[in-house]
C-alpha cells in the first residue's frame, strides 16, 4: 500500500529525538510521502533541513498558520513570499482562520489569509487550510476570492455535511485525519456520501493521533489506522481505498 500524508509536522521539535526512526517507521507503514507544511518563520529551517534530508519522500509548503499571525505578520508574510520565489515548493500552507482560543489578531488573521489565497492563484499552488471557528468568514472569503484559480485542501476537516458540500462545491478537498476515528466524530456519519475523488488523508502530527494510538504522540506511520478506519465505514478494501486517496493527492499536489 501506498499512502501520503498530506499534513505533517515531523520537523517540529516533539521528533528531535527519534526523527529519522520515524521516517523510517512511516515508510516500512506504507507511508511513502509526506508533505510538509510551514507554521512561522522559526520553522522554515528546520522544516527545509528536513527535506534535504530526504527529498525522495517529503515535499514542503510555506505559509503563515493563523494562530501565528501577530502585529509582525506583514514582515513575516514579506520573508515567506520571498522565499517562495525558490521552485521547491509544492503548496502554500498551513493557512486559514482560526479564532478558537483567540479573536485578537482577527483583522490580521483575515488579511494575512487573503494575501497567501492571492499567492496561491498567483503561483498555481494549491493551499492546505486550517479552519477552526471560523466557517462563515472563512467562505465568505473563499466564495469572493474564488475565480477557478484556487483549490487544496481543508485540512483536517471535522465540520457538518453541509458545510462539506460548502467546501466541495467551491472545488476543495477534505483532509481527513485521526479525529476521524474518533467515536464523536459526526463525519462518519455521511463518509459514503463524500466524494472519493475529493479525499486526502493527513495526519497532523504530532498531533491528533487515531485510535488506537489516542494520548501517543501522532506519526505519519498512523496513518494506517486512520485508512483503514474510513475503508472499513466505505466498505471497501484498505488498499483501493489508498490508491484513491494517494492519487488525488499526486494529482492536486503534482507529485
Known amino acids: 500500500m501506498y499512502l501520503?500524508?498530506?499534513?505533517?509536522?515531523?520537523?517540529?521539535?516533539?521528533?528531535?529525538?527519534?526523527?529519522?526512526?520515524?521516517?523510517?517507521r512511516a515508510l516500512e507503514a506504507g507511508v511513502k510521502m509526506?508533505?510538509?507544511?510551514?507554521?512561522?518563520?522559526?520553522?522554515?529551517?528546520?522544516?527545509l533541513e528536513l527535506h534535504e534530508q530526504y527529498p525522495d519522500c517529503t515535499r514542503v509548503?510555506?505559509?503563515?498558520?493563523?494562530?501565528?499571525?501577530?502585529?509582525d505578520y506583514k514582515e513575516v508574510l514579506s520573508l515567506m513570499e520571498k522565499e517562495l520565489e525558490r521552485?521547491?515548493?509544492?503548496?502554500?500552507?498551513?493557512v486559514g482562520l482560526d479564532f478558537y482560543w483567540d479573536a485578537t489578531f482577527e483583522r490580521q488573521q483575515l488579511d494575512a489569509f487573503e494575501t497567501q489565497l492571492d499567492w496561491a492563484k498567483q503561483l498555481g499552488l494549491p493551499?492546505?487550510?486550517?479552519?477552526?471557528?471560523?466557517?462563515?468568514?472563512?467562505?465568505?472569503?473563499?466564495?469572493?476570492?474564488?475565480?477557478?484559480?484556487?483549490?487544496?485542501?481543508?485540512?483536517?476537516?471535522?465540520?457538518?455535511?453541509?458545510?462539506?458540500?460548502?467546501?466541495?462545491?467551491?472545488?476543495?478537498?477534505?483532509?481527513?485525519?485521526?479525529?476521524?476515528?474518533?467515536?464523536?466524530?459526526?463525519?462518519?456519519?455521511?463518509?459514503p456520501r463524500l466524494p472519493l475523488d475529493r479525499i486526502v488523508l493527513e495526519t497532523d502530527a504530532p498531533y491528533l493521533s487515531?485510535?488506537?494510538?489516542?494520548?501517543?504522540?501522532?506519526?505519519?506511520a498512523f496513518l494506517v489506522h486512520t485508512a483503514q478506519k474510513i475503508a472499513e465505514i466505505l466498505q471497501m478494501p484498505v488498499e483501493d481505498f489508498g490508491n484513491i486517496t494517494t492519487a488525488n493527492a499526486q494529482a492536486l499536489f503534482s507529485i
Open 4 to 24: 501520503i500524508d498530506t499534513h505533517t509536522h515531523i520537523y517540529d521539535h516533539q521528533f528531535s529525538l527519534d526523527r529519522n526512526e520515524t521516517v523510517q
Open 34 to 47: 509526506m508533505l510538509l507544511p510551514n507554521v512561522d518563520a522559526s520553522t522554515i529551517a528546520p522544516m
Open 61 to 71: 509548503m510555506m505559509g503563515l498558520q493563523p494562530e501565528e499571525v501577530k502585529e
Open 87 to 94: 521552485p521547491i515548493y509544492k503548496g502554500i500552507g498551513e
Open 127 to 191: 493551499l492546505s487550510i486550517h479552519c477552526r471557528n471560523a466557517f462563515d468568514k472563512m467562505v465568505k472569503i473563499l466564495e469572493h476570492k474564488q475565480d477557478g484559480g484556487l483549490r487544496g485542501i481543508m485540512h483536517c476537516f471535522t465540520g457538518t455535511e453541509e458545510e462539506a458540500n460548502v467546501y466541495l462545491e467551491l472545488g476543495f478537498h477534505l483532509g481527513l485525519g485521526g479525529v476521524t476515528t474518533y467515536k464523536n466524530c459526526g463525519v462518519k456519519d455521511f463518509l
Open 210 to 220: 487515531p485510535v488506537p494510538c489516542r494520548g501517543k504522540r501522532n506519526e505519519p
